[in-house]
C-alpha cells in the first residue's frame, strides 16, 4: 500500500481468506475501507459471491459492485474478463482507487492477475498491488490438525483442472506435502491416484471453508463423488505426522 | 478454536505473519487474547524475538513469556526443546490455555509442530489446535508485484537447509513458481543454480519482510554474499509475466 487514499490510478488486488471472516488480516480491511470502490468477482450481478460476502461480514458498511465473471475457459470467460476490465478503467478514469477482492491470496491461483494485465495493457500508468491473504490449504491443515511441513520436506501445489495427472507427478516425492486447488471434479480419480502411491491414509478433502455447508473429512470417505469446484486436498508427507494430531 | 477459554487444557499455535503487525489476522488477535498465557520462542530469556515483536506491535496489552530455542540442529536444541515443552506442560497443568506464537504458518515450517509432540507425548489429552498465518512468500511475493500462480502452474516449496539441491531438483519444472526457505546462506550457490537453469531472471530474494532492515531485491543483485537465516527466495515459473508487473 504505497499510497492508499491519494486518489491516484491504484488498482489493488485484496486478499479476504477462504471464507472465515475472522481469516481477513488487519491490512486487507484497510485496504477496503481505504478504497474508493470496492468490486468483487460474481457469477452474475445479482448473485452474492463468496468473496463479496467475506467483506459483509468483515467490513459490514464497505459496499460492494458486482463484476459479472465466468468460470469455464471459453469466449464467454473472455467477454466477461473484458467487461469486468473495462468497468474498472472506467473508475479508474474517474479518479477513483479501485479494491478487487479475492477469495484466498491474490498472486496464487486467483483471477486478479489476469484482470490486472487487461487494466494494465489500457492504462500502463495504473499502480497495481496486492494484499496477501490465507489460502485455503493453510486453513485447512489448521482446522484439521495436519501439520504439512516441519524440517526439509517439500511442499507441492498443484491443480487438477486438467484432471489427476499433476497430482500423480507430485506424488513422486513421498517426502513432499501436496496440495490440490480445484480438483473436486476429479476427486474419485485423484483417489485412485493417491491409493495407488500408498498415500490415501491422511489425505484430507474440504469444501467451503468458514462457510455454510462446510465439510473437511478423509479423501477415502468422499472419493466415490465428484465434489465441488473450490475443494482443496491436501496430502501429508508419507510416514509423517500428519494428520494424527 | 473450538474451545477458547474454556479453562481446557489447550495448546494453541497462533500463526502472527512473516513481521508486519498489519498481517496478523483477526482470528490470531483473538486467539493471544483469549488465550491465559501467550509464549513465543526467543534466542534467549532476555531477546525480544521476531514474533513477539508482532504481538507487541499487534496486540500491545498482551504479555508475553519467552521460551529459549536453539536452531541449529544438535543436542543443545535438543535440550532447549524439552525444556520448553516442560514448561508449557507445567502451564497446562496449572489449568491454563496457552497459545505459542509462530512467524508465518504454524503448519509450514515452523517449530510449532515438533513441541506440539513433545507437550502431546507427556500429556496425551492436551488439545493442539493451530491458527493459520500469512506466510513470508506471500508477503515478498505481493510486495514485489510478483505473481505466482494463474493457471495450472505449479508451485514448489523447498528449504535450502541443505544446500541447493532441493532447489535444483525443483526448477526442472519450468511451470512451476518455486519458493526457497531458509536459504540465506546459500544464497550464491542458488543463484548459481538459478543461472544455470536460466531462472535468474525475475527470481527475488526477501529479508526481514515488515521489519525495520527489510531488504527485497533481485537474487541476482544480492548473489555476492551470503543473505539472512529467514531468508526467503521467489522464483515465478518461466516465461510468466511474473515480475513484470
Redo the contacts between chains.
Keep these: 500500500m504505497s499510497s492508499p487514499g491519494t486518489g491516484m490510478n491504484a488498482l489493488v488486488g485484496v486478499g479476504v481468506?477462504p471464507g472465515?471472516?475472522?481469516?481477513?488480516?488487519?491490512?486487507a480491511v484497510?485496504a477496503l475501507r481505504e478504497a474508493d470502490r470496492v468490486v468483487a468477482p460474481a457469477s452474475a450481478v445479482d448473485a452474492v459471491g463468496r468473496a463479496e460476502s467475506i467483506v459483509r461480514q468483515?467490513c459490514p458498511d464497505v459496499p460492494v459492485e458486482r463484476l459479472a465473471f465466468e468460470m469455464a475457459p471459453g469466449p464467454a470467460r473472455d467477454r466477461a474478463l473484458g467487461q469486468a476490465a473495462g468497468r474498472v478503467v472506467e473508475l479508474l478514469d474517474a479518479g477513483l482507487q479501485v479494491a478487487f477482492v479475492t477469495l484466498g491470496?491474490?498472486?496464487?491461483?486467483?483471477t486478479f492477475?489476469?484482470l490486472?494485465?487487461v487494466v494494465?495493457a489500457q492504462r500502463p500508468a495504473t499502480t497495481?498491488?496486492?494484499?496477501?491473504?490465507?489460502?485455503a490449504f493453510?486453513?485447512l491443515?489448521?482446522q484439521a490438525?495436519?501439520?504439512?511441513?516441519?524440517?526439509?520436506e517439500?511442499?507441492?501445489?498443484?491443480?487438477a483442472?486438467?484432471g489427476p495427472g499433476?497430482v500423480a507427478r507430485?506424488l513422486v516425492d513421498p517426502d513432499a506435502a501436496v496440495v490440490v486447488y480445484k480438483g473436486g471434479r476429479h476427486l474419485p480419480a485423484i483417489a485412485k491416484a493417491l491409493a495407488a502411491a500408498g498415500r490415501l491414509d491422511g489425505a484430507l478433502v474440504g469444501e467451503l471453508l468458514g462457510l455454510p455447508g462446510e465439510r473437511v473429512t478423509s479423501v477415502a470417505d468422499a472419493a466415490a463423488a465428484p465434489a465441488s469446484y473450490l475443494a482443496t486436498v491436501v496430502v501429508p508427507p508419507a510416514g509423517s505426522?500428519g494428520g494424527s494430531?
Excluded: C, K, M
Design positions: 481468506g472465515d471472516p475472522e481469516l481477513v488480516t488487519a491490512r484497510r468483515a491470496d491474490p498472486n496464487v491461483y486467483s492477475p489476469t490486472a494485465a494494465r497495481v498491488e496486492t494484499v496477501p491473504g490465507i489460502t493453510q486453513a491443515a489448521a490438525g495436519t501439520v504439512l511441513l516441519t524440517g526439509t517439500r511442499l507441492h501445489l498443484v491443480t483442472l486438467d499433476a507430485a505426522a494430531r
